[in-house]
């Protein structure tokens, strides 16, 4: 059964410095992987999606790895702000063709000006 | 930039009464989802839609849940008698075709209070 987790449950970081967010999964057969933004209680944003035959992918200060055979990946934001508070959510495919993702349970991220 | 939409936003119920959890998809989308967060959990799937039927169902989703595309348009989940654990955020999703490639967009949420 796959299991997602997600290390640190919470993070707190000084404006501008670069940071790292982890997720790991513990089958490697997934289609994809995903990494969302959640602010409080509101919907979930998708920030990146990297498909299986990827290594990374690059929006803006967000990259995103993935290591499938080691059932991990990790979501680099570089030069945090204030406005990137908010809690991160890893996600992966399930090779069910029934579009089921199996989420992480997120690191909260505090980024103090 | 199209968005999926979902109404009520909150919609609190007494135990045992039947509700019904609105959405609007992304129109061109193909695939639809429920998702539920209890406060403080992961988000859980619940169902997957496609073509008019379900495509897989977890075990949260138990004859007490059904779900509808009554028009081309709106997508519903009906709790038919609710219970207190049903309390939770409850989130639609949907994808436009190439499941291994395209990213589910989620709305807002309906938070569902049972009391």
């Known amino acids: 059964k796959q299991e997602v987790t997600q290390i640190p449950a919470a993070l707190s970081v000084p404006e501008g410095e670069n940071l790292v967010l982890n997720c790991s999964f513990t089958d490697s057969a997934i289609y994809n992987l995903q990494w969302f933004r959640q602010d409080p209680g509101k919907g979930l944003t998708s920030l990146l999606l990297?498909?299986?035959?990827?290594r990374e992918q690059t929006s803006g200060r967000l990259n995103a790895s993935l290591d499938k055979s080691s059932g991990r990946s990790t979501l680099y934001i570089a030069a945090s702000q204030p406005g990137d508070s908010a809690t991160y959510l890893c996600a992966v495919l399930t090779p069910s063709n029934t579009g089921k993702l199996i989420f992480g349970q997120g690191t909260t991220l505090q980024v103090k000006p | 930039e199209p968005e999926v939409t979902q109404t009520p936003s909150h919609q609190v119920t007494q135990m045992g009464q039947e509700v019904i959890l609105r959405c609007v998809p992304i129109s061109n989308h193909l695939y639809f989802y429920w998702y539920r967060q209890i406060l403080g959990q992961k988000v859980e799937f619940l169902v997957s839609f496609y073509n008019n039927e379900i495509s897989e169902k977890s075990e949260i989703f138990d004859d007490q849940f059904s779900v509808e595309r009554p028009d081309g348009s709106n997508f519903t989940l009906k709790i038919r008698s609710t219970k207190l654990e049903d309390s939770a955020m409850y989130f639609c999703?949907?994808?436009?075709?190439?499941?291994?490639?395209?990213?589910?967009?989620f709305g807002p949420g309906t938070r569902l209070t049972v009391l």
């Open positions: 999703a949907s994808s436009e075709q190439e499941l291994s490639t395209d990213t589910q967009y």
């Open positions: 990297i498909q299986s035959s990827q």
